[in-house]
């Protein structure tokens, strides 16, 4: 099974993020746009994993989360990876307080000790929007003319979700496994 441990986005930011999303649609971009459901701050990526390490993974996030609280967060701008002049993942930024860098350390170090290598590359908050198909490109300068939703309230990330991926013909869908709350 394909693991990650995210941040599910709540409401009114999450409605922001789908109507935004909903505007990039409307582009004749070649991109394979994410399903609303699929709205999330990914912290961590296990990748594949044998249901026998589900248990210590599990513990590895609950050690992670003890004492976090609750992490206010706020949407930033629309953004690219890896540059916005050859965009291949296209996102939408969340600020990046210390208490939400802290936890995904946490998580990464956590991951570490438990035989899942870091990221190695430096933690950047966001929520993918979508992915330019392969062998395609954005027209250019596609992305100067849309701002990130001004009006997105700031809002708190309550809870720590282990999803499972599971990858379908329409896409991957994301299956909580576990559910822990961020209170102090």
Aim: charged share 25%; proline share 12%; net charge negative.
């Amino acid at each position: 099974m394909r693991l990650f441990a995210a941040l599910p986005i709540p409401d009114p930011a999450r409605g922001a993020i789908v109507a935004f999303l909903d505007d990039l649609r409307r582009s004749d971009w070649p991109v394979r746009w994410i399903r609303p459901e699929g709205i999330h701050l990914t912290l961590k990526f296990y990748g594949e994993v044998v249901p026998e390490r589900l248990d210590v993974i599990e513990e590895a996030l609950r050690f992670a989360v003890a004492g976090t609280g609750p992490i206010p967060l706020r949407i930033t701008e629309l953004g690219a990876f890896p540059t916005a002049a050859r965009p291949r993942v296209l996102w939408i930024g969340v600020d990046a307080p210390p208490a939400l860098e802290l936890l995904q350390d946490r998580l990464e170090r956590g991951g570490e000790e438990i035989g899942f290598p870091p990221e190695g590359v430096p933690f950047q908050p966001h929520v993918t929007l979508g992915r330019v198909r392969e062998g395609h490109r954005l027209p250019p300068r596609a992305l100067d003319g849309y701002a990130a939703p001004a009006q997105t309230q700031p809002f708190l990330a309550e809870e720590l979700v282990l999803y499972e991926s599971v990858l379908t013909s329409d896409g991957p869908r994301y299956q909580p496994k576990l559910v822990l709350s961020l209170q102090s």
